[in-house]
């Protein structure tokens, strides 16, 4: 499964989590390390900003940090996902380097990332808005043989991913790429 059939499947399921936060939610904690899900969904926005850019080949903008009420949040969001993945499906896009942040890597690479990325992501989300998550076994299998290749120990900070969780026995795939990037279920 190429990054642009992951990218087809991830954007609805991230769409369907964004839609489903409810401005009560916004400071519920997540399964990622010190953040809230409005702290997730501002580093989603940022993240989606800035690689956009980084794929259609312009400067880095400077994203506002700060995520302000549910309404706002959430369309800024949805906003700035749908800019990230135009970018991806531009033609040329994935057979660029890009400069990410761990370096120049190629397009098709990069976008793997952002797949990881946002398919982590919207498992803390879902998790913390007691939401249900269910992508595709052939979605997670994917993302999960990227991660396992492409996850250095250096990556491994506590930031940027933690050391891989423990889980009991009949977790679901998703479930144990959650763990794998350090995520406690």
């Known amino acids: 499964m190429g990054p642009l059939e992951q990218i087809d499947e991830l954007e609805p399921l991230l769409g369907t989590i964004a839609a489903g936060i409810t401005p009560d939610e916004l400071d519920a904690p997540t399964p990622c390390a010190d953040f809230a899900v ?54 040329g896009a994935l057979d660029q380097m890009v ?5 120049q890597l190629p397009g098709d690479a990069f ?8 398919l982590v992501h919207g498992w803390d989300l879902a998790r913390a808005t007691h939401q ?6 052939e979605l997670v299998a994917a993302v999960d043989g990227f991660a396992r290749q492409a996850i250095t120990p250096e990556m491994r900070d506590g930031d940027t991913f933690a050391a891989p969780v423990e889980l009991p ?17």
Do not use: C, K, W
């Not at 400069?99 to 370096?103: D, I, K, N």
């Open 99 to 103: 400069e990410s942040p761990f370096g």
């Open 111 to 118: 976008a793997r990332f952002v797949v990881l990325d946002g």
């Open 132 to 137: 249900a998550y269910e992508p595709s076994d």
């Open 169 to 185: 026995a009949g977790a679901t795939p998703i479930d144990r790429l959650a763990a794998f990037t350090g995520r406690s279920t």
């Open 38 to 91: 409005r702290d997730v969904l501002g580093h989603m926005i940022g993240g989606a900003t800035q690689f956009a850019a980084a794929f259609r080949g312009e400067p880095q903008p400077d994203v506002p940090s700060d995520v302000a009420d549910g309404a706002d949040v959430v369309a800024r969001a949805g906003n700035a996902l749908g800019g990230l993945m135009a970018a991806l499906r531009a033609p």
